[in-house]
Structures are given as C-alpha cells and as structure tokens.
C-alpha cells in the first residue's frame, strides 16, 4: 500500500519529536493513556464553538462553560452538590416572607484589571440582561424579580422599577414578585453574572476578546482561537486565588463525539464531558474504571400537538401514552445506559415525591382507544412522528410505532428534520407528535412544570388547563417546603393524566474523567465549577476509592 | 493573453451576483430561522434580534441592503456568532484550510508525479502495475475510512502522533496524508496517462535520435508535455482543496472553512453561509484562471487556439 508505506515513512520522521508512547496505555482499567499533562493545566472539550462569552446575552451550554471560569456570581455551586455557596457575596439574609434578598460582598473584591468590584456592577449587569435592547435570550431567568417582565417585555420603560439596588458598594438589595425558593441558585447561573460595565463601555461588542476582557472569576482568558482552542490562565486578583491550584484551563470546541474521544484516549484531554461520547461505545467504556456515569436533570419525551384531531381528546393521548413500552426501549435499545421514565419532573430532589408515573398497560391503553371514539384503531387519522436527525432518535421513533401499531392498530409514519427545520415545525405547533427533551435550569421540580403552564413559550403542545395553572400559581406563592412540594406533585399528577407529554426515558451523564484529576465530580445538572479541580501527578499512589466512589 | 484575462475577469462579475443571488434565496428558503432554540427566547429578545439584523424588513429591502454592502466588502456579522465578522471568520477559517490543503497538494504532487513517470516508462511492468492497482485504492478509500484508520493505528495504536488538533508540525501529518491520498491516485494517473501520450511523440523520438540520454528525454522533453493534465486538473483541484475537506476536517477538528460552511447552513447562519459561498466561489474562478494561464505557458500551442 502506497499509502500505508508513505504514513509510516512520515510517521517514523515525525516519532523523532513526538511524545514517547504512554506508559499507561496498558494499563487495562484505564481507557487510554492515564499520562498528566506536562503543565499544570486541565484541558478538556467544550463540544462546540461558544458563541458568546459575553454572560449576559449567552443561552447555550458551552457559553455557559466558559462564563464561569470567566466570572463569579454573588454564589457559587458546591462542585458535588451544588448547593449554593458563598460566591461574590459572603453572606445574605432573606426576609421573612420570601421577597427581599440582601447580599453582602466580600470586602476587597477585584476585577482583573484592578478595579473594584461593587454591588453596582451586579445592578448594571441584571439590568443589561433585561433591557430589550440587549436583546438576552435568557432574559427569563430573571424574571422571578420584581418587575423584570414587564421591563423585559417593553410594557415599563423605567429600568430602576426592577427589584434590584445597592444600597451601598457592597450590599445588593433584591427584590422578588413571588418567593422563589430556588431563587439562591439561580445567583450562580451564567445570566445573573456581574459584568465590568468600565470595559463594556470601553470595549463595545468586542469587550470579550482576550486583551480587552476584564473579569472577577477564578481564570482569565489569554487566547482564543476560533472554533478550535480557548486558553485561559489563573487570574491572581481573584479573591480565592490561594486556593485555586490549576495554572490554567484549556478548552477545545471539537463537536465531532469520535474525535473528542479519540483525543482523551490518547492522553490529550483530561476531561471529555457529558455529551462528547458517542452513544454507541457507552456500552463498551463502562468497564473503564475512568468512566463516569450518574443521573442527569432531563427527560426525553414525546410532545403531542393538543391543538390537533384527534389528539385534542385526553383519551386519545393517554392511548398513545399507556401503549409505550419504556422498559423495552431503555432495556433493549438503549442497553441500559438510560433509564425507563414515565413522568414529568425527574429523580432526585430531596423532598419531592412525584406521581407515579405511566405504566405501560396495552388493554388499558385499548380502552382509552375506544373511548376516543376509535375501537381497535379504526378510523384513526395517519399522523407522523417528527424527530431531529439522529440515529438514536430514529431507533426510538421506529420502536414506538412499531409499538402504537401492534398495540392500537393506529397508522403511524415516521419523519426527520434538520434541528433548524424541526424547531421551527415544534414552536409553531406544525406536527402531531414530536420528540423533546427537557434540561432543568434549576435543582427544583418547577423546572420542568413551568413550561406547562398554559401559554409558557416552553409549552409547544398548546395544552392548556386553568386547574394545573392555579397549583403552579398557588406552588409559587407557597412559603412552607413541604406544602410547596404537595401542591407541585399534585400539578405534576394532572399533566401525567393529561398527557400533553408522554415520558420515555430519564436522562443520564456519561463523561470520562482521567484519574490524576481531583475535584471534578458529576453533578446531577451537569454543571461542573472548576475553580477548585487539580492535577494530582501521584494520583497511583493515593487512595483513589474515595474520590471515585464519590463521583 | 491580456485579452483573455480581461475578458475573464468582466466574467466574474455576473457570475458572483448571480451565485449571490441564489444563495441569498436559497438559504432563506429553507424553514426555521437563525434565532431559533430548544429554550423559548423572549418575543422582546426576538424582535430585537430581527430589527438588528434588518431581518424585519421586507425581503427585496434585504436584498438590496445585503448586495449594497457585499459590493463594498462587508459581509456583516455571523448570526451565530454575533461578535464576529463573517469576513473575518471565513478569513481565519481559509487560512488554515488552505494550509492543509497546500500541503496535501504538495505531497499529492511530490509523490504522484514520479509514480506517473515511473508507471508510464515501465510501462505494462510490474512498477507500473503496482502503482495504477494502489492509485486505485487511494481513488477507491474514502477520507472517512482512511483517517479513522491512520488515527487507530498511529495515534491510538502506536501513540506516534496526536489524533486530532491543529498545533504543531505532529499534528499536520495524519491530515495531510488523508487528504492528500485521493489527490496523489488523480495525480499518477493523469502523469502516467500524459506521459504515455508525450513519449510517442516525434519530438521525443527525435531527442532519442540525437542520442540524449533516456532520462533527459524522459524528464526534459516528454515531462512537459506529459504533466499539462495534472496542470488542467491542478485548478479546481486547488479550489476545492483550500475551500477545505469537510470530512477531513470534522474528523481531525480542525478550524477550517469547510466545517464552517456547513455548520452554518445547519445553523441558518445565512450572512456566514453567504459569505463562504462567495469566496469560494471567487476562488474556484481565480484559480481555474490561473491553471488556464498556466497551461498556455506549458503549451505554446494554447494561446494560437
């Protein structure tokens, strides 16, 4: 071969000032080489291009990476639980009655160019997020403050009617319409991030390029290379900087999951996240002891259009819904790396216990069938199921009309689109059914059942129904958790009931974590602060259960 | 000559609206727009976006608009992107594609000409046979197949070299190689077809006749001649070679202009999907200009044509 011939005889020049084969290649519990990087950096795949780091205008993952290397909020997620910690601010205290939140800055806080951090930067930069002229994609995270709608939406002109002030430099006076009580995390998501309005002033849209960028996180960013590397180093006036143990972070926007995983094999990412696997090796890696798997805030789903014949009628939803064998395609299909789901909200917030959820019940879901007026299917209308292209969104598609055929005798076709193509059928209801899924933003069950709500921008099934709103509207005006929780669980019951959803499986993460890297753990939002990870170079020396079962 | 290099240049310019033209439609025809989301975006954040991209105007105004400010070198900024100018991306993005793809013409050349001249001497040899049987599986083995498997054997395998990236010499020999491997198989075959051609010719029996040595009528007189068809190819070739590989790129993540182009169509990017399409086209144009040019200096016999 000539080509091979021709390979080798480059390979070969080239091996004189390659890297020497990874001692830890070998080694069969890890995948890959298990080599530290030469510099004390963490380099890890960020998926994509970001396509601002500009905190208050970004809305996509991989921005919001890189917004919090860049800045601290007035809290800051606990890497394992992500509780909300003391970030910018030191302490707070709540009003009695939920709606004044009063935070206090560390005194000394600095942004990297050496100018101080003041609770005025935190107004100014929530007042940005809001103006309609930013134009914010994310402006509703910060809506539970007073007023902010209505000066989002344009209806009030007058920005200082929005529930936040400084009373002085260093205490910020919050505002709430309703109590929020997740209201303490949201401080530390990438849209209530303080911005420098000095540099913004300075600097206009390209504020955010290294040289120009002024920031008050953990790292600052001192290359950019589009769509391939981000390179950020240590920033020394952060408050903390004693305790930040990383001379750098390295971030690559490689969106091609093989390659991403190519790469942390051969020793050069020491982090390849959620996401940046490909599905069908999750399978064979779970017996890699770097491996890393956990429950994930997000639900795959089927959104029936209600506004649509037939599927206006419950019982014709619940049909649908009561004849998907969720056990099958999770056990079978999937092979186990997700689990079977058939409610709303997902697992795992302490103190919620939601419905049940729908079984699959083939006589039960036959039954329903009739009683929308189609005994045994007949007459039922063709419809489609639509999905983004994907093969795993294709395998599923393909087993739940396989599914609704043999169990409902209902004609079912199949039909693909590009995301851009298929978004824009899914918002403007211009399907029947089509595949969803839902990320929470938040460690509550709100998370998921506000988008329910009738009219919610999120919602894209037109269902509507006043009783699930006014538990929504009574859950948010609720002080006691627990009555709180009551009222969301009875909320989440009727949408199971009502099926405007109709669940399927329980997202979960899969990352691959090298194991000299400490501090880094999954997180049930997929969220992962980096400021306190570390390079440990005698990690095959040190007890690595702990760390590992703690993951 | 001159005549010839105006009369191609006058041609660009209808030839670049008209591509405009088309794409500017085409890529607003497809559904969904750039400021779409799996999260809803707030109706005040949408129309601000619109009014800022002049996306609320009627249609034909855009038009206009875009057209008015392509004419004067602005292409605006990315929808994606918005802090970024499309020129400044397709810029960056053609950079570095054209750097893998000169090396990859480089290697294609450097290896596919002497296989040619060797096959074509030898002819019905054993070398000869050898060389078209393996040009057939570089035509044959497509950059997904190939690349895969040099980054399992070299980068995984053996840990010789990184298996992705662009930084470092390292880090252009797996890409180069894979790119280069469907270009050398095109190479050797045009050289060998051409140099079978130019050494039946009299001139070339005539420079046998005066006793020349067999490598200088092989080299000097036949070569010539023999390697005008890889000159012909050598013009779109060398288009599509810089616009870069998608597939080469997207396997080894490398920050070129072909992943670009695509991943803006995905994203309805429509001013970063308009401008990519413009250069290249503008760059298929000059470099098929310049192989014409080329040729006619090879072969006197062209520019009587």
Redesign the interface.
Same mark, same amino acid.
Do not use: H
């Given at each position: 071969?000539?080509?091979a011939w &021709? /390979?080798a005889l480059?390979?070969?020049v080239?091996?004189a000032?390659?890297? &020497? $084969?990874?001692p830890g290649?070998a080694d069969a519990r890890w995948f890959?080489?298990v080599t530290p990087p030469r510099a004390n950096v963490l380099r890890f795949n960020n998926g994509a291009?970001p396509?601002?780091i500009?905190p208050g205008?970004m809305?996509g993952q991989a921005d919001g990476r890189i917004a919090t290397l860049l800045f601290e909020g007035l809290t800051t997620p606990d890497p394992r639980t992500l509780a909300p910690r003391p970030g910018q601010a030191y302490r707070w205290e709540i009003s009695p009655d939920g709606l004044v939140y009063t935070f206090h800055l560390r005194p000394g806080l600095l942004w990297s160019d050496g100018e101080p951090v003041t609770a005025g930067d935190f107004v100014y930069a929530w007042r940005r997020v809001l103006s $309609?002229?930013?134009?914010?994609? /994310? &402006?509703?995270t910060l809506y539970p403050l007073a007023n902010a709608e209505a000066f989002?939406?344009?209806v009030l002109h007058d920005s200082t009617q929005v529930g936040v002030r400084a009373s002085d430099d260093s205490t910020l006076v919050v505002t709430l319409r309703t109590p929020t009580a997740y209201f303490l995390f949201l401080t530390s998501s990438f849209t209530l991030l303080p911005v420098p309005r000095h540099a913004i002033e300075r600097g206009g849209?390209?504020w955010?390029e290294p040289g120009r960028i002024v920031v008050n996180g953990p790292f600052m960013l001192t290359r950019h290379?589009?769509?391939?590397?981000m390179d950020f180093a240590k920033n020394p006036r952060y408050w903390d900087a004693a305790h930040v143990l990383l001379d750098g972070v390295v971030a !690559? /926007?490689?969106?091609?999951l093989?390659?991403?995983t190519?790469?942390y094999? /051969?020793g050069?990412l020491d982090w390849n996240p959620s996401g940046g696997i490909p599905a069908p090796f999750i399978p064979y890696l779970r017996h890699y002891a770097d491996y890393v798997t956990g429950e994930f805030q997000a639900t795959y789903f089927y959104g029936v259009n209600t506004t649509r014949k037939p599927f206006d009628d419950v019982h014709a939803r619940r049909a649908l819904d009561l004849a998907i064998d969720r056990e099958a395609i999770a056990r079978d299909l999937l092979r186990g790396t997700r689990r079977a789901w058939g409610r709303i909200t997902p697992d795992g917030y302490a103190g919620y216990t939601g419905p049940a959820g729908m079984r699959f019940d083939p006589e039960a879901a036959r039954r329903e069938l009739a009683l929308a007026g189609f005994p045994d299917g007949r007459g039922f209308p063709r419809f489609t199921i639509l999905f983004n292209t994907s093969e795993d969104h294709r395998r599923i598609a393909e087993a739940v009309q396989e599914m609704w055929r043999r169990t409902l005798h209902v004609p079912v076709e199949l039909e693909n689109?590009?995301?851009?193509? !298929?978004?824009? &059928?899914v918002?403007n209801l211009r399907y029947a059914v089509a595949r969803r899924?839902w990320i929470g933003d938040y460690l509550d069950p709100n998370a998921f059942l506000e988008p329910l709500r009738s009219g919610?921008?999120?919602n894209r099934t037109g269902w509507s129904d006043p009783r699930y709103d006014a538990l929504l509207r009574d859950a948010s005006h609720e002080l006691d958790a627990s009555r709180r929780f009551k009222l969301l669980a009875r909320a989440e019951s009727l949408a199971v009931e009502q099926a405007p959803f109709l669940p399927i499986y329980h997202y979960s993460t899969h990352e691959l974590i090298k194991p000299y890297v400490r501090g880094l753990y999954h997180t049930a939002l997929d969220l992962h602060p980096l400021t306190h990870v570390w390079i440990d170079r005698a990690w095959r020396s040190a007890p690595l259960a702990a760390e590992a079962a703690s993951r | 000559m001159r005549a010839l290099v105006v009369r191609r240049l006058l041609l660009f310019v209808p030839t670049l609206w008209a591509i405009a033209t088309l794409t500017f439609f085409l890529v607003r025809l497809a559904p969904g727009g750039p400021f779409q989301s799996e999260r809803d975006i707030p109706k005040s954040a949408r129309a601000q976006l619109m009014r800022l991209y002049g996306l609320d105007r009627p249609l034909g105004q855009q038009y206009g608009r875009f057209l008015w400010n392509a004419a004067h070198g602005d292409l605006g900024p990315s929808y994606k992107y918005p802090q970024r100018q499309v020129r400044d991306i397709v810029a960056e993005g053609v950079r570095v594609s054209a750097e893998l793809g000169a090396w990859s013409l480089l290697v294609a050349l450097l290896v596919g000409i002497p296989a040619g001249v060797i096959a074509a001497v030898r002819r019905n040899g054993v070398a000869d046979h050898a060389s078209m049987a393996l040009s057939l599986a570089g035509v044959s083995i497509p950059a997904f197949v190939l690349g895969p498997a040099l980054v399992l054997v070299f980068a995984l395998g053996l840990y010789w070299l990184p298996p992705a990236l662009w930084n470092g010499p390292a880090s252009r020999v797996l890409p180069v190689i894979t790119l280069a491997s469907a270009y050398v198989a095109y190479v050797a075959r045009l050289t060998r077809a051409g140099m079978i051609e130019a050494l039946s010719q009299d001139f070339v029996r005539t420079a046998r006749a005066k006793g020349l040595p067999e490598h200088v009528v092989v080299l000097r007189h036949a070569l010539p001649l023999g390697i005008l068809p890889v000159v012909t190819f050598l013009g779109p070739a060398a288009a599509r070679i810089v616009m870069g590989s998608i597939v080469v790129e997207q396997i080894f993540a490398i920050p070129g202009l072909g992943r670009q182009l695509v991943n803006a169509a995905f994203n309805r990017d429509y001013t970063l999907v308009l401008g990519a399409v413009l250069f290249y086209a503008a760059a298929l144009m000059a470099l098929n200009l310049a192989a014409e040019l080329l040729y006619a200096r090879l072969d006197p016999r062209v520019e009587a044509a």
């Open positions: 071969m000539r080509v &021709a /390979a480059l390979a070969s080239v091996s000032c390659a890297r &020497a $084969p990874a290649a890959g080489s291009e396509e601002t500009d205008v809305s $309609p002229v930013t134009a914010s994609r /994310a &402006a509703g989002n939406r344009g849209v390209a955010t290379v589009a769509s391939e590397v !690559y /926007a490689i969106d091609d093989n390659t991403s190519n790469l094999k /051969a050069e689109q590009d995301w851009a193509s !298929y978004m824009d &059928a918002t899924s919610d921008g999120n | -």
